[in-house]
């Protein structure tokens, strides 16, 4: 089993420099790269890091690396750029474990505050060593053979079919003439033509269904020519598509066909399905019209070259895959529907793989599909989705162990980049080489996908105690949910009184953009940050992490201290993952909304006809919302701070209502007067002694029958 050709080791993207125990034989050595860093072994000795500093550790100073490896030592090199050079000679002396590779050159030495970025090498040193490594995630495997489907029209397609037949296993469906163009006359390969009308499935198992339009079906044709020159119309061309506007009906075509077969003009099945284990899809319209194209899937349009190289990287797939289960799901917490009634939506909404999909009442993802954004769990209001490529846990405990080690070594109003390990770090070393770098108190962290980085990392980080956090969006498809996340949690943070711009959401496609990022960061004033860093770590759990988060920022909050207080409730977009549920006075209090809350947050009472409500327990995911039916229930996102949001509240409460005869409880006062005007002008119900009844309970409603109502005797009854 291998990686996938496209996409880095995990270990070399997530965490290419931790080591599992960096005893007193590990040594750490920094390459200030020819004197273009400034590396004070000094200053960072006293800041608890101790290291060697050199200035041509792959050239002349090479033999240090070589004599530690040989006396196995763990080292830790600062050097990425030459980092297959150290590993050759790690493997050279079989100490290919006891070597680890971190970047201090373009996060920290090249910029124009090197001189005063010792804070930040310290921190990036202690991630770098004292981390352990990260739990392995499970995966899944893929399989694809060498079975190509090949769609488009017959020019193109028959060219890359006839160059790939002895390399693939090719399949051709033909979807359009193009031109003079004639069909080999050696059956090599499956041949169809018709109109595609859907496909799915992932690398190694792709299925397409079309629909056979042609007569002439080319899975039996044998190419002996002979309907096309029986065609007095000239019908029939050398592609031996039948062009139905010419064709008169002589049906000459059948007869030459003969005992063959392959030509029907009144074919029933039509509707045919194949599998396939790669697609080259050369229609102008592509067949998927996805933001992020499924493995094994390239749609290089008409572009000669494209198309090139589109068959070189599927010549890659061909073989046995790991791919990680990016994400996790539980099943428990997810909001999406209940009883078909549809509520949160928000994972398959912003899924550019269609990976994610509507199963029962909770959703189903495909990890075949899915290739890691993350964007799904950072707009999951319960965290039924969590990512784990890596998990907010471990990111938690690296912002916690960065931001410790940066205080301690004197470094103030710490900002945190987070940044996808290929896209964000393309645009970090082009900031660093042609730009100012990074500004000194600018922490980079690594992760796999900036998408995935949500609220519960952003407010973690601010609690932990950095001042401000940082999302360089280079490699997001659409970073419009992160930027919704990060308006919630700066809208929390201005209301509790702490003072300037906290979460920012950095736009940049790619290296190119560099100016871009350096703007973003250079000009941004540092914000008024926690008091007294948090001393927990983030949990996998997102509620739970919000939790204490938000404990800890309204604990410390700046706006307690100032006149008027802290606000009882801070209001929010649309969208945010806190908020209340709303009651009119149109509810009855048939309590369908409980049943199909998710979460607990509401619930009758059990003393009494009253709607609870617990606002801690609120998705704002609009299940109660749409179970409602007399469409008396709203929501409102806010969050509400101190007690009240984790004590039931009454949303509802209404009087009981009583038999009219016996005076037994029967319900809810106004789910009876509801159900009595609904009946009211049933034909059941027309008299006044009948309405009466339904005042009554089961029990009286029989008696007054029987007392009231006249007997009918057996021998008055006639057939």
Not at 511 to 528: G, I, R
């Amino acid at each position: 089993m291998h990686n996938l050709p496209f996409a880095p080791d995990p270990a070399s993207a997530l965490s290419p420099h931790v080591s599992a125990a960096a005893g007193s034989a590990a040594v750490v050595r920094l390459c200030d790269c020819n004197r273009s860093c400034a590396f004070d072994a000094g200053r960072l000795a006293a800041a608890g890091a101790p290291v060697a500093c050199h200035h041509a550790l792959c050239g002349a100073e090479l033999g240090v690396v070589e004599s530690d490896l040989a006396a196995g030592r763990e080292v830790f090199v600062s050097c990425t750029q030459q980092s297959a050079l150290f590993g050759a000679l790690a493997d050279a002396h079989d100490a290919g474990g006891q070597i680890h590779f971190f970047n201090l050159r373009e996060h920290a030495g090249w910029s124009a505050e090197s001189a005063q970025a010792t804070p930040k090498l310290a921190a990036l040193i202690a991630a770098a060593t004292t981390l352990p490594e990260p739990e392995p995630v499970s995966g899944v495997q893929l399989r694809a053979g060498r079975r190509l489907l090949i769609v488009g029209e017959a020019g193109a397609a028959l060219g890359w079919a006839e160059r790939l037949k002895g390399s693939f296993e090719p399949a051709l469906l033909i979807t359009g003439r193009a031109g003079d163009v004639e069909l080999p006359a050696v059956n090599a390969y499956p041949l169809w033509s018709g109109r595609p009308l859907a496909l799915s499935g992932h690398l190694g198992a792709f299925e397409l269904s079309w629909e056979q339009r042609n007569p002439i079906d080319l899975a039996l044709c044998v190419r002996c020519n002979a309907c096309v020159r029986a065609c007095p119309e000239g019908a029939i061309g050398f592609d031996l598509q039948v062009e139905l506007d010419r064709c008169r009906d002589h049906r000459a075509c059948v007869a030459a066909c003969g005992e063959i077969g392959a030509i029907d003009f009144a074919r029933q099945e039509v509707t045919r399905s194949e599998r396939f284990d790669l697609v080259l899809d050369l229609c102008a319209e592509p067949l998927l019209k996805r933001v992020e194209l499924p493995d094994g899937y390239a749609a290089p349009g008409r572009d000669p070259f494209a198309q090139a190289l589109a068959v070189q990287a599927l010549g890659e797939l061909v073989g046995e895959f790991d791919k990680p289960r990016y994400v996790a799901f539980e099943a428990a917490l997810c909001a999406h529907s209940r009883s078909r009634k549809t509520g949160c939506t928000n994972c398959i909404d912003v899924c550019a793989t269609a990976a994610i999909r509507a199963d029962g009442d909770v959703i189903a993802v495909d990890p075949y599909l899915c290739k890691g954004c993350g964007t799904c769990t950072t707009a999951c209001p319960s965290g039924a989705l969590g990512f784990q490529y890596p998990p907010v846990a471990e990111l938690g405990l690296r912002v916690k162990t960065l931001l410790a080690a940066y205080a301690r070594a004197g470094g103030e109003a710490a900002c945190l980049l987070f940044y996808a390990a290929q896209a964000g770090g393309a645009v970090i070393e082009r900031l660093a080489r042609r730009g100012r770098g990074l500004p000194a108190r600018v922490i980079p962290v690594e992760v796999w996908s900036a998408d995935a980085v949500g609220l519960d990392l952003m407010l973690g980080s601010l609690a932990l105690g950095a001042c401000q956090v940082a999302v360089l969006a280079a490699g997001s498809h659409d970073c419009t949910p992160l930027k919704g996340q990060a308006g919630h949690g700066q809208a929390i943070l201005t209301a509790l009184g702490y003072a300037g711009e906290h979460l920012r959401i950095i736009d940049a496609d790619d290296a190119d953009d560099w100016p871009a990022l350096e703007s973003a960061l250079w000009a941004w004033a540092p914000a008024t940050g926690v008091a007294a860093p948090a001393r927990f770590r983030l949990l996998a759990k997102k509620r739970e992490t919000l939790d204490l988060v938000l404990h800890h920022l309204v604990a410390g909050a700046p706006a307690a201290d100032a006149e008027g207080g802290l606000p009882a409730a801070i209001a929010l977009e649309a969208g945010a993952p806190f908020g209340q549920v709303r009651a009119t006075d149109a509810c009855t209090l048939c309590m369908a909304c409980t049943g199909a809350c998710p979460a607990g947050a509401l619930r009758a009472a059990s003393d009494g006809f009253r709607l609870e409500f617990v606002e801690r327990h609120c998705l704002q995911c609009g299940l109660c919302v749409a179970s409602c039916p007399e469409s008396a229930l709203g929501l409102e996102a806010r969050l509400l701070l101190g007690d009240e949001a984790r004590r039931a509240r009454t949303l509802r409460a209404a009087e009981t209502f009583h038999c009219t005869r016996c005076g037994k409880a029967m319900g809810a006062a106004p789910l009876i007067e509801s159900m009595l005007a609904r009946l009211s002008a049933h034909a059941m119900f027309a008299t006044e002694a009948e309405r009466a009844r339904l005042r009554m309970c089961g029990d009286c409603r029989v008696i007054d029958m029987m007392s009231t109502e006249p007997a009918v005797n057996a021998w008055d009854l006639t057939e």
